[in-house]
Nanobody, 122 residues
Framework: QLQACGGGLVQAGGSLRLSCAAS????????LGWFRQAPGKERELVAA????????YTADSVKGRFTISRDNAKNTVYLHMNSLKDEDTAVYYC?????????????????WGQGTQVTVSS
């Protein structure tokens, strides 16, 4: 089970840190990802991280502003979001894929959190 939190209302240019805690299983052997879905748009992958944390992926739209990290000892994955823009407004979901590889394919993700709303105001 995944539980995401940390969303909220922030002004453009501000920062937020999303957290996603896992429970009920072994977290460390899963690739993890953060996805987002804005109103009227398809869900998209924002960032992903390999089970070991050694490799990451960041979407071009957030590159240089967002960073994904994980702490396997705490069963938690983070999304650090800086220089937020209006277009970052969305519901953000964390997800886990049972693979030792870095996964950017949404179809590989088996478990999903409930989503946390991020609203950026200008």
């Amino acid at each position: 089970q995944l539980q995401a939190c940390g969303g909220g209302l922030v002004q453009a240019g501000g920062s937020l840190r999303l957290s996603c805690a896992a429970s009920g299983g072994t977290f460390s052997r899963y690739a993890l990802g953060w996805f987002r879905q804005a109103p009227g748009k398809e869900r998209e992958l924002v960032a992903a991280i390999k089970w070991s944390g050694g490799s990451t992926y960041t979407a071009d739209s957030v590159k240089g502003r967002f960073t994904i990290s994980r702490d396997n000892a705490k069963n938690t994955v983070y999304l650090h979001m800086n220089s937020l823009k209006d277009e970052d407004t969305a519901v953000y979901y964390c997800a886990a894929a049972f693979t030792v590889l870095l996964s950017t394919d949404e179809r590989r993700y088996d478990y999903w959190g409930q989503g946390t709303q991020v609203t950026v105001s200008s």
